[in-house]
């Protein structure tokens, strides 16, 4: 069974900071990224920022170059999302999500979601 631990969300204020991590934990044969979505009242899922854990894709949502900065630790199979200057427009509820292989002849990765963290930005 895969599981997904986030922490670090909360309320911040305009141009705060809070800092996301996500551990992956459970049974699976490799990582092959660790990312961070994020889903605002009435909107879709987002992409905020996910990396490969061979390094070979960095991507983040242009709303967020430049602010934000995700990084990786493979050997605790965690990822960090410094959120920098962080805007009303950046609230939302934050989900990690894991693309994993469970075994050495899966080929195409299972994905998984976290349970969500709520990031409040306000004044």
């Known amino acids: 069974q895969v599981q997904l631990g986030e922490s670090g969300g909360g309320l911040v204020q305009p141009g705060g900071s809070l800092r996301l991590s996500c551990k992956a934990s459970g049974f699976f044969f490799s990582i092959n990224a660790l990312g961070w979505y994020r889903q605002a009242p009435g909107k879709q899922r987002e992409l905020v920022a996910i990396?490969?854990?061979?390094?070979?894709?960095?991507d983040y949502a242009d709303s967020v170059k430049g602010r934000f900065t995700i990084s990786r630790d493979n050997a605790k199979n965690t990822v960090n999302l410094q959120m920098n200057n962080l805007k009303p427009g950046d609230a939302a509820v934050y989900y990690c999500?894991?693309?994993?292989?469970?075994?050495?002849?899966?080929?195409?990765?299972?994905?998984?979601w976290g349970q969500g963290t709520q990031v409040t930005v306000s004044s």
């Open positions: 999500k894991l693309e994993a292989r469970l075994r050495a002849s899966q080929s195409v990765p299972s994905h998984y």
């Open positions: 990396v490969n854990f061979n390094g070979s894709r960095l």
